[in-house]
């Protein structure tokens, strides 16, 4: 086999190589997705003015929770963030 014809099957192996690589990371990100659901915090007393201090209650309230943050325009409320709950 001469040279060229050698290149040639290097260069296809790997570009073949490098669409199996993308298309497994493609699959695992599409697996990865989940859908975060958002709820008032149970255990955070008052207005929420420190998205840090509604993170910290929350993040003890349950251990499903990912974050917390607050919501809304006036009489802004804590809000915790989790993965939510498959009902089926």
Same mark, same amino acid.
């Given at each position: *086999?001469?040279?060229?014809?050698?290149?040639i099957?290097?260069?296809?192996?790997v570009l073949?190589?490098?669409?199996?690589?993308?298309?497994e *990371?493609?699959l695992?990100q599409a697996h990865d997705?989940?859908?975060? #659901?958002m709820?008032?915090s149970?255990?955070?007393?008052?207005w929420?003015?420190?998205?840090k201090?509604?993170?910290s209650? #929350?993040l003890?309230e349950?251990?499903?929770?990912?974050r917390g943050q607050c919501?809304?325009p006036?009489?802004?409320?804590?809000?915790c963030?989790?993965?939510?709950l498959n009902k089926?």
């Amino acid at each position: *086999m001469d040279s060229s014809r050698r290149n040639i099957l290097a260069s296809a192996a790997v570009l073949l190589l490098i669409v199996c690589m993308a298309t497994e *990371m493609m699959l695992v990100q599409a697996h990865d997705v989940v859908k975060n #659901c958002m709820f008032g915090s149970k255990d955070f007393k008052g207005w929420c003015m420190s998205n840090k201090k509604c993170n910290s209650v #929350c993040l003890n309230e349950a251990s499903r929770n990912l974050r917390g943050q607050c919501d809304g325009p006036i009489g802004r409320e804590c809000v915790c963030i989790a993965p939510c709950l498959n009902k089926n």
